[in-house]
């Protein structure tokens, strides 16, 4: 006797109970999406109050560097303890890392708290993509994808101008109105807690594995000292021991760690029978330029806006505003075709070409341009952004099976972040070395330098206390180079003749940055074209690994079955059973 297999299983949730896993992705995507835009235009605010507008790259990269390295990690041990214990111990991390960052004393101190806020921020990033991921058939995404860009948009809009009137109020509460940057998150993340803990149940099948402990480390190994040479090598200077040491301890962490990968096989953090797949192996190669210029551009652009043209922070968050509605018109937009036609190739391409007349555009920047030219820029890169992000996502969950679609999430989160990293770390570094230059050209420029003068001698700037800062620096023209690396304020309400040569030369020090963006972009352009799309599954992997379950207990059953009949009763039929000695009962003593 056979037992039939089993018919094609029932789906395991319906559209109800998919949208309540949706509310709680969605509170944790929040409270990632909101921090990120909220501390962008907080931040010369910050560096300022602290005096470290040139460790502000710490910060930043500190943040960075941790959460892109935990991506992975978190994306492993979610495969192996199940999506919601991992996204419940990411949102506490945060919680605390945004708790302790609200209390820093120093750019040092808030590098180290943000790092901690990293390593939570690394399972807030990539846990929703994934078990989107498992829920959903590519195909289908693009109908739930909406409610995704709802708080992503929402975040994106209110996070700016919540950073600008935060860090522009002097106190709140007793406290100093920056600090409420990171302490509002504390909020925020108890009801993003009560809500993944009522409505986030996914099922989860195990299966046994190894943790790959020894690719955690050696991931760390690697990434660290390279990212760090990354930010710290104008400093150090690029042929220092210092940076000769990063140089050859990353380059030791990535032999050891894809040693370590091809040793643990199925069970390592990142597989490296993930890069087999041509579609997997070209999405992750453009997640990393993409996640390079999307981060040169959300971390320069503000900075640009304030110092350049004026804005406060506040208003900076609104100026962003093209970005973000470029953005969310094109993510919608490419979601519905995708949904509707299952085709995808077009808009990496696209994408990247949006970006790369974006970028272009700001390679004409002049500080003295309005500041519309600067939003069109953004408008053309958000267009582009928005027809990437989603879409590499999909193509690399779409080129692996449902027991991997964990980890080819979160590796590709790793590698986007990856290349958001050394984006942050190189554009800044490279920001801060071309300004002393620029600087220095810029005061060497005769109708520049005639105004200075002739605002210097003026006895009413001389008596306006706004032009104190600016004429002490200008009295010792030896610091001007460094004049931009600490506390920028002496340039707010500044007579104009007094602040252009500043504001000349940083805006040609980021036109440097703006052509390696450019260049960067440019080639995922042309690495686009060899992005193979093969069609989109119809069934979700969550779907697929439960008829994938279900048809190995029926082939089990099937054996044991067989098994059974091959075998025969043990006992021959007609003995008496009563015939055997029973065995003697246990006794208590």
Request: glycine share 10%; net charge neutral; aromatic share 10%.
């Amino acid at each position: 006797m056979q037992t039939p297999a089993p018919a094609s299983a029932a789906p395991l949730m319906n559209h109800r109970q998919i949208l309540f896993v949706i509310f709680g992705l969605m509170a944790g995507m929040f409270l990632s999406a909101l921090d990120q835009t909220i501390v962008g235009t907080s931040m010369r605010t910050i560096a300022d109050d602290l005096d470290g507008m040139a460790l502000q790259a710490w910060v930043t990269t500190a943040y960075l560097i941790v959460s892109c390295i935990s991506t992975p990690i978190y994306g492993k041990l979610s495969d192996i303890f199940g999506r919601r214990p991992l996204f419940l111990i990411a949102i506490t991390i945060f919680l605390v890392g945004s708790l302790l960052a609200g209390m820093a004393n120093s750019m040092y101190e808030l590098a180290v708290f943000r790092a901690i806020q990293g390593l939570g921020a690394g399972g807030l990033m990539a846990l929703p993509l994934t078990i989107m991921g498992d829920m959903l058939a590519p195909r289908e995404r693009a109908k739930y994808q909406g409610y995704f860009l709802a708080v992503f948009g929402v975040s994106s809009v209110i996070g700016p101008l919540i950073g600008g009137v935060l860090s522009g109020a002097t106190t709140i509460l007793g406290v100093t109105g920056w600090r409420w940057v990171f302490l509002i998150n504390i909020p925020i993340g108890i009801v993003a807690l009560a809500i993944v803990l009522k409505f986030l149940h996914v099922p989860h099948f195990t299966r046994p594995v190894r943790i790959d402990w020894w690719g955690a480390v050696t991931v760390v190994l690697a990434a660290v000292p390279l990212l760090l040479v990354a930010e710290q090598g104008r400093t150090w200077g690029w042929g220092s021991l210092a940076s000769i040491a990063c140089y050859a301890v990353g380059a030791l962490g990535i032999v050891a760690f894809i040693l370590a990968e091809r040793m643990m096989g199925d069970d390592a953090l990142i597989p490296l029978k993930l890069f087999k797949s041509a579609t997997f192996s070209m999405a992750t190669v453009l997640g990393v330029f993409v996640g390079f210029g999307m981060f040169g551009a959300m971390m320069t652009v503000p900075l640009y806006l304030q110092l350049v043209d004026g804005a406060n922070p506040t208003e900076s968050g609104f100026l962003m505003l093209p970005m973000i509605l470029g953005l969310m018109i094109s993510s919608i937009v490419s979601g519905q075709i995708i949904a509707r036609t299952g085709r995808y190739k077009i808009f990496p391409t696209v994408g990247t070409a949006f970006m790369s007349a974006g970028f272009l555009l700001f390679t004409f920047s002049t500080a003295d341009k309005p500041v519309w030219f600067m939003m069109i820029g953004m408008l053309l890169v958000g267009l582009g952004l928005g027809q990437l992000m989603q879409t590499l996502t999909i193509a690399s969950q779409n080129s692996v099976g449902p027991r991997d679609i964990g980890v080819a999430t979160s590796a590709s989160t790793f590698f986007r972040q990856i290349g958001g990293t050394l984006g942050t770390a190189v554009l800044f570094s490279v920001l801060f070395t071309r300004i002393p230059d620029t600087l220095t050209s810029a005061f060497g420029n005769t109708a520049l330098l005639a105004g200075v003068k002739a605002a210097a001698t003026d006895p009413a700037v001389q008596a306006d206390p706004a032009n104190a800062g600016i004429l002490k620096l200008l009295a010792n023209p030896s610091g001007i180079g460094g004049a931009l690396d600490g506390d920028t304020s002496f340039l707010k309400a500044a007579d104009p003749r007094l602040a252009q040569p500043f504001l000349v030369g940083f805006n040609d020090a980021t036109l440097t940055v703006f052509w390696v963006s450019l260049v960067v972009v440019l080639i995922a352009f042309v690495l686009s074209f060899f992005l193979k799309a093969p069609p989109l599954r119809t069934t979700s992997a969550l779907q697929e690994a439960a008829d994938e379950h279900a048809a190995e207990q029926a082939e089990l059953t099937r054996d044991v079955q067989r098994a059974a009949d091959s075998m025969g009763a043990l006992i021959e039929p007609g003995i008496d059973v009563d015939e055997f000695e029973r065995p003697a009962q246990p006794t208590n003593r």
